[in-house]
């Protein structure tokens, strides 16, 4: 039996949850559950937050788990990463005030910098020879600067209109990120097995999306 985390409520729920049945899994779900067994694969499904999913599948409390590589790379596990999925596509950018002056990002060299991806920001920093100061909030990241809190932020963007709602220019990607599947690295030969089997099926559903 293989377990999987997904995310229990959020922005890649629904599309987990379908492509699992597009794979012509069945399974009953209902949102107070926890977990829900597969009928017709041998697979356990866990509801978890985004934030948990990579440590328990480095942990092998869940074999396999989908999450953002945003969330998978800022814990320190790219190594997890099976196959991207295509779905959940965002991008974790840099922003400034928009009547902020900004040529490149050696102009934030001093600056504070408010971020939920300390890790990635700080790399992507680093390889470009910036010091800067990070702020590590939870949320509401976006804000940050009108508080006075912070000269820049550091957050994932997709439509980009929350930016333009808070008064922020986006000015550089920091990186780009969509859900992806990932694996715990000490798998028995039988879960790699039922795991070849479940990748052969999520393949099909993406050639037949195209
Ligand atoms: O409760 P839990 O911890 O499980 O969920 P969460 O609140 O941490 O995550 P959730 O559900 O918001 O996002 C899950 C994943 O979806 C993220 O880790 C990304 O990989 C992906 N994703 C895709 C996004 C977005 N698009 C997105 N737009 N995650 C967040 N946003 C937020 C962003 O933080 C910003 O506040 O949406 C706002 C920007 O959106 P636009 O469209 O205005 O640019
Ligand atoms: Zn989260």
Redesign the pocket.
Known sequence: MLRLAI???????EDSLNLIRECGISFLSSSYKLKTEATNFPLEILY????DIPGYVQDGVADLGI?????LVEAGLPQLEIEGLGF???RLSLAVPRAAGYDSVADLSGKNIAT?YPRILGSYLQERGVTANLHTISGS??IAPSIGLAEAIC???????????NGLREVETVFR???VLIANQQLSAEKKELLEQLQFRMQAVRRARR
């Open positions: 995310q229990k409520s959020g922005r890649l729920s978890l937050r985004d934030d999450v953002g590589q945003n969330v959940s596509k965002c939920s990241v976006e957050d994932i963007v997709s439509s980009g209109s929350t930016l333009l709602g990120s969509e859900a």
